[in-house]
Every structure is written in structure tokens, then in C-alpha cells.
């Protein structure tokens, strides 16, 4: 008898958790949005697209996205 009292016990521990994690998944995305650490991320001056600064381009002390926008914002 004590048995199936616990498996209920259980049963019911299980669902609460469940039922707890999919409300509480809608509210908070686990870090699916946030950046790669350690990777600073830079805004285009041209377009402003916001890259990895090991993957911009740097030009006269601005940051761009790729060689394109680059050569278009130069005067
Ligand atoms: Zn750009």
C-alpha cells in the first residue's frame, strides 16, 4: 500500500515539473539568443548588422560587416 502511495507521490512530482517547465519555458528562452562568450560583437557603421568582431571589417577606426559596405561609407 505505502508502495503505490509513493509511486502517486511521484507521479504527481513528475507532472508538477513538467507542467512548471513548460510554463516557464514561454518566459525564458535558455540563453538560445545570447552571443558566444568572450566574442565582442561590433555594429556595422554602414548597414548597422551587429557581427563578431573577428569577422568585421575594420577600416579608418569604423567596423563593417564585409569589404562591400566598407568601400561604400568611405567619402
Ligand atoms: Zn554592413
Redesign the pocket.
Known sequence: MIIRLIALLLVVIVVMWLLKRLFAGDKQPDQISQQPQGENMVQ??????H?PESAAVKRGGKT???E??ADLDQP
Open positions: 556595422c557603421q554602414y548597414c548597422g548588422i557581427i563593417y560587416c564585409c562591400e559596405h
